[in-house]
Nanobody, 123 residues
Framework: QVQLVESGGGLVQAGGSLRLSCAASERAFSNYAMGWFRQAPGKEREFVAYIEWRSLYKNYADSVKGRFTISRDNAKNTAYLQMDTLRPEDTAVYYC????????????????WGQGTQVTVSS
């Protein structure tokens, strides 16, 4: 059972940046593709970004393309989400997830989830 712990959330002004981290509990992390999702109040959880285990393929939601960057360091069992040019509509709880068994942009495809970290962007 892989445990994922997100960190790095907080309050930031519009136009600012944050970097989220997702630390995994075991070395098996390096073999898993990872995803980031987010859920705003009153909305469904939505896909944000994906990275395969060798970092050779990445995918982003249209709403964050060009502003967010997903990466990982398998030696540290950690994935990252660099978020730049933040907007108030980026406000949400951000979750990392591991080992998708189906569509990479569908939350139910993923086996493991973190507890989430709050990101709030003020206007």
């Amino acid at each position: 059972q892989v445990q994922l712990v997100e960190s790095g959330g907080g309050l930031v002004q519009a136009g600012g940046s944050l970097r989220l981290s997702c630390a995994a509990s075991e070395r098996a992390f390096s073999n898993y593709a990872m995803g980031w999702f987010r859920q705003a109040p009153g909305k469904e959880r939505e896909f944000v970004a994906y990275i395969e285990w060798r970092s050779l393929y990445k995918n982003y939601a249209d709403s964050v393309k060009g502003r967010f960057t997903i990466s990982r360091d398998n030696a540290k069992n950690t994935a990252y989400l660099q978020m730049d040019t933040l907007r108030p509509e980026d406000t949400a709880v951000y979750y990392c997830a591991a080992r998708p068994r189906g569509s990479i942009n569908v939350d139910r495809s993923y086996d493991y989830w973190g507890q989430g970290t709050q990101v709030t962007v003020s206007s």
